[in-house]
């Protein structure tokens, strides 16, 4: 069975900075397509960060301050958050799905974590 299990979330202040985990088991990290998805309260799911391969794309909110990458023998992906902002407040997710190139809709994943909780203040 496929698990992705997210670690690394909490509460900081502005300005803070995160490195979340995914943890894949039963799917290997590399040459499939990874997203970090983040879901605030009353909004929908938005996609902030995909990676494939040694491509990465980024949401503009989140340009510049987000650094996704992975780690093959680690079999994890990660996401480094700095000069996080209140509006960063979410509960984040990591997904997967094989692809052949990067894909940059959430909607397309089909295997999700449980998620992991972000509060800036």
């Known amino acids: 069975d496929v698990q992705l299990v997210e670690s690394g979330g909490g509460s900081v202040e502005a300005g803070g900075s995160l490195t979340l985990s995914c943890a894949a088991s039963?799917?290997?990290?590399?040459?499939?397509?990874w997203a970090w998805v983040r879901q605030a309260p009353g909004k929908d799911r938005e996609g902030v960060s995909y990676?494939?391969?040694?491509?990465?794309y980024y949401d503009d909110s989140v340009s510049g301050r987000f650094t996704i990458y992975q780690d093959i023998a680690k079999n994890t992906v990660y996401l480094r958050m700095n000069s996080l902002k209140p509006d960063d407040t979410a509960m984040y997710y990591c997904?997967?799905?094989?692809?052949?190139?990067?894909?940059?809709?959430?909607?397309?994943?089909?295997?999700w974590g449980q998620g992991t909780q972000v509060t800036v203040s």
């Open positions: 990676l494939y391969r040694d491509s990465t």
């Open positions: 039963g799917y290997t990290v590399a040459d499939n397509c």
């Open positions: 997904a997967a799905r094989a692809c052949g190139g990067l894909t940059l809709f959430h909607g397309l994943y089909n295997y």
